[in-house]
Nanobody, 123 residues
Framework: QVQLVESGGGLVQHGGSLRLSCAASGRSFSNYAMGWFRQAPGKEREFVATISWNGGSTYYADSVKGRFTISRDNAKNTVYLQIDSLKPEDTAVYYC????????????????WGQGTQVTVSS
């Protein structure tokens, strides 16, 4: 079992920045690739970014490429999502997730999920 707890969300103005964190506990964090997803009101959960177990590979949704940066610190059992140049359409609940093995853009492939952290961007 892996437990994931997100933090760092909040209310921010258009163009602002946030850094989301996801702290993992339980089984060895470095066994897992990690991903960030988001879900806006009335919409399906969508892929945002993913990172390999050692941080050597990352992949982003086109909608966030160049503005979001995923990273991880295996010594701290934590994955981060740096969000810059925020737009109102980035407003959503952001979830981190863990997958044993290769990273994935598909939510259904992930084994463990956090409870989410709300990001609200005002225009």
């Amino acid at each position: 079992q892996v437990q994931l707890v997100e933090s760092g969300g909040g209310l921010v103005q258009h163009g602002g920045s946030l850094r989301l964190s996801c702290a993992a506990s339980g089984r060895s964090f470095s066994n897992y690739a990690m991903g960030w997803f988001r879900q806006a009101p009335g919409k399906e959960r969508e892929f945002v970014a993913t990172i390999s177990w050692n941080g050597g590979s990352t992949y982003y949704a086109d909608s966030v490429k160049g503005r979001f940066t995923i990273s991880r610190d295996n010594a701290k059992n934590t994955v981060y999502l740096q969000i810059d140049s925020l737009k109102p359409e980035d407003t959503a609940v952001y979830y981190c997730a863990a997958i044993e093995g290769a990273y994935s853009i598909y939510a259904g492939n992930y084994d463990y999920w956090g409870q989410g952290t709300q990001v609200t961007v005002s225009s």
